[in-house]
Nanobody, 124 residues
């Protein structure tokens, strides 16, 4: 089992930046591909970004490419989502996810573990 806890959400103005953190506990953090999803009010949960166990491979949704960056520190069992040039449409609950298969895609069914989510609100 892996437990994931997100932090760092909040209110920010459009054009601003925010960094989300996700602390993992339980089994070996470095054995899992990690990533982020988000869900805006009234919308389906959508893929944001993911990276492989070794961080050699990454994947980003087109909507965040060039603005968001993921990273991880396996020694601290923590991954991060650096969000720059935020837009009101980035407003959502952001979820930290993990899967043991090494999957980096957008199919949420393939992610085994989910955090409880952290709210990000971008004001215009």
């Amino acid at each position: 089992q892996v437990q994931l806890v997100e932090s760092g959400g909040g209110l920010v103005q459009a054009g601003g930046s925010l960094t989300l953190s996700c602390a993992g506990s339980g089994r070996t953090f470095s054995s899992y591909a990690m990533g982020w999803f988000r869900q805006a009010p009234g919308k389906e949960r959508e893929f944001v970004a993911a990276f492989s166990r070794s961080t050699s491979r990454t994947a980003y949704a087109d909507s965040v490419k060039g603005r968001f960056s993921i990273s991880r520190d396996n020694a601290k069992n923590t991954q991060y989502l650096q969000m720059n040039s935020l837009k009101p449409e980035d407003t959502a609950v952001y979820y930290c996810v993990a899967n043991y298969l090494g999957y980096l895609g957008s199919d949420l069914r393939k992610y085994d573990y989910w955090g409880q989510g952290t709210q990000v609100t971008v004001s215009s």
